[in-house]
């Protein structure tokens, strides 16, 4: 590990190229989105329930589509993943008094959405998939568990057949917290249209993108009903039904659902291309890893990966924090999952003010204990992240190739 022709140790860098930024569908944004802006502009529909044009809007279509790629009965886009994920919480009548399961390694997102809502959010481990450990459920189990959220997190399926297995022992339903994997699937389902409910965000560094946009996916047309009510308030004008009730307001713009509608149709050759770089680095690194003593994190399905990562995991962290450091010396930035003096609102430890059960309206929630999710703080300490870019060239992958084969080929050395 003191090879001084590592560029950690001050020898030249393995990575050449400067690589392509970490936007997948942000950095394919061309004519086709440009056209279709520039086509809504013209028209000044930008609101897509009415306008000086008349028709289907551009959000409406982007619904239509985005429900046959997920396999759906229904689609509604909305304004953020965070929107949806409360959206989701709120059509399944979820609020104070009630308790909804995260897991440790999520964007605060998913446990800030319940505290939205007004519910209590419970932590659960991860396993060595770096999602939901099927496992680790049943124990947060309570009277009070009103959903399970589950989270694709870095384009990798949960285990859902054993997920959605405990849930419906329990007859709890499941949200699938989709926001890191649009397009992804589990043993040939997409991911998000497993559960009661999936969730979607459409942000900039998401896979595709309309910088600000989230969506929500459910095969139950009342649930599906009841999340129109919740992000539109006006949206009992056209819905007869007992249950009916106001909210507040997520809708999408006709301006993203511009820029998203085309995003959609470059969807598959994005995953493609995400994954067959990562089907590359894997193989040609697979020795190495291995004598290394690493290995690659749990794929619960791995033709469904989404592709945009590739996850190592270590013997322990201080190696994971030296093969991260290393690699990112080579010029292929890499991160350790957990670092506890590092603040990343991507693990529970992080998480702030909701340790202490603080909201807008001060302590309104139990506190959390850190000792709940230590398992998934070890796990993500020694797992090791990369991110896959559908626009590396040949040979950019041929230098992440040479970074790791150096890189883990030192701790080989060593170890
Ligand atoms: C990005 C993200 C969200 C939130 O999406 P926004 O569109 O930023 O609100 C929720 N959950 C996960 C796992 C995410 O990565």
Redesign the pocket.
């Known amino acids: 590990m003191d090879d001084p022709r590592l560029a950690i140790n001050g020898g030249p860098k393995a990575v050449t190229d400067d690589l392509p930024e970490i936007y997948p569908g942000g950095m394919r944004i061309g004519e086709e989105e440009i056209a279709a802006v520039t086509d809504t502009l013209r028209t000044k529909r930008l609101f897509r329930f009415y306008g000086p044009v008349e028709g289907p809007s551009k959000v409406e279509a982007f619904e239509v589509a985005a429900a046959q790629v997920m396999g759906t009965k229904h689609a509604l886009a909305v304004n953020?993943?965070?929107?949806a994920?409360c959206i989701a919480m709120a059509a399944l009548g979820i609020g104070p008094g009630d308790e909804v399961i995260v897991p440790a390694f999520?964007?605060v997102?998913?446990a800030a959405a319940a505290t939205t809502v007004g519910a209590q959010p419970v932590v659960a481990d991860v396993d060595e998939s770096l999602t939901l450990d099927p496992t680790a459920i049943e124990a947060r189990i309570t009277d009070a568990t009103k959903a399970i959220v589950v989270?694709h997190?870095r384009g990798v399926p949960a285990d859902m057949d054993a997920i959605l297995e405990v849930a419906n022992r329990h007859g709890i339903p499941v949200i699938e917290?989709t926001?890191?994997a649009f397009g992804a699937s589990y043993k040939g389902r997409r991911l998000g249209s497993m559960g009661t409910l999936g969730t979607y965000?459409?942000?900039f560094?998401?896979i595709i993108t309309c910088g600000?946009g989230?969506l929500v996916v459910t095969n139950d047309t009342d649930l599906y009903e009841r999340a129109q009510m919740f992000h539109d308030v006006a949206a009992i004008e056209e819905l007869d039904r007992p249950d009916r009730f106001v909210a507040t307001v997520s809708r999408m713009s006709e301006l993203q659902g511009a820029v998203i509608g085309e995003q959609l149709k470059k969807l598959e050759p994005i995953l493609a291309d995400c994954r067959r770089h990562g089907r590359t680095i894997v193989e040609r690194t697979a020795d190495v890893v291995a004598a290394a003593g690493c290995r690659s994190a749990v794929e619960n399905d791995p033709e469904g990966l989404a592709g945009i990562s590739k996850i190592w995991l270590a013997p322990d962290a201080a190696t994971a924090q030296w093969v991260a450091e290393a690699l990112s010396a080579e010029g292929c930035e890499a991160r350790a999952l957990f670092t506890p003096s590092a603040s990343d609102l991507h693990d529970a430890s992080h998480w702030g003010p909701l340790h202490e059960g603080v909201s807008w309206r001060g302590k309104s929630f139990r506190e959390m204990d850190a000792a709940a999710w230590g398992r998934s703080d070890e796990i993500l300490g020694r797992a090791i992240h990369i991110d896959v870019m559908p626009d590396l060239t040949d040979a950019q992958v041929d230098q992440v190739v040479e970074a790791v084969t150096r890189v883990f080929g030192a701790v080989a050395e060593k170890s």
């Open positions: 953020s993943g965070t929107a994920l999520t964007w997102s998913s989270v997190m917290d926001a890191q965000s459409l942000q560094n998401k600000e989230g």
